[in-house]
Nanobody, 119 residues
């Protein structure tokens, strides 16, 4: 069983910063990619930042230049540094892991961590 443990959410004032962490554990094998999604009240879950299979990064237009995703492959951990946070970044942030064992792809989600940007 794969588990994703998220941390780092909280309350921050506009212009502030937070760093999210997601540690993956369990039977992870083969090719894997990790990313961050978020869901604000009344809105659909959306991709914020993620890695592609070939190691490139993708960012939502709304966070480009402010958020940075990184990872420690040895620790199966992904991070998201979020700078210049704005009220519209308020959402529950979810870590996502996809991996392939060469036969099929599997997908797992973290429990979510709340990020609130407010003065």
């Amino acid at each position: 069983q794969v588990q994703l443990a998220e941390s780092g959410g909280g309350l921050v004032q506009p212009g502030g910063s937070l760093r999210l962490s997601c540690a993956a554990s369990g039977a992870i094998s083969g090719i894997n990619v990790m990313g961050w999604y978020r869901q604000a009240p009344g809105k659909q879950r959306e991709l914020v930042a993620g890695f592609t299979v070939d190691g490139r990064t993708n960012y939502a237009d709304s966070v480009k230049g402010r958020f940075t995703i990184s990872r420690d492959i040895a620790k199966n951990t992904a991070y998201q540094q979020m700078n210049n946070l704005q009220p519209e970044d308020t959402a529950v942030y979810y870590c996502n892991l996809k991996f392939s064992n060469g036969i099929q792809w599997y997908e797992y989600w973290g429990q979510g961590t709340q990020v609130t940007v407010s003065s």
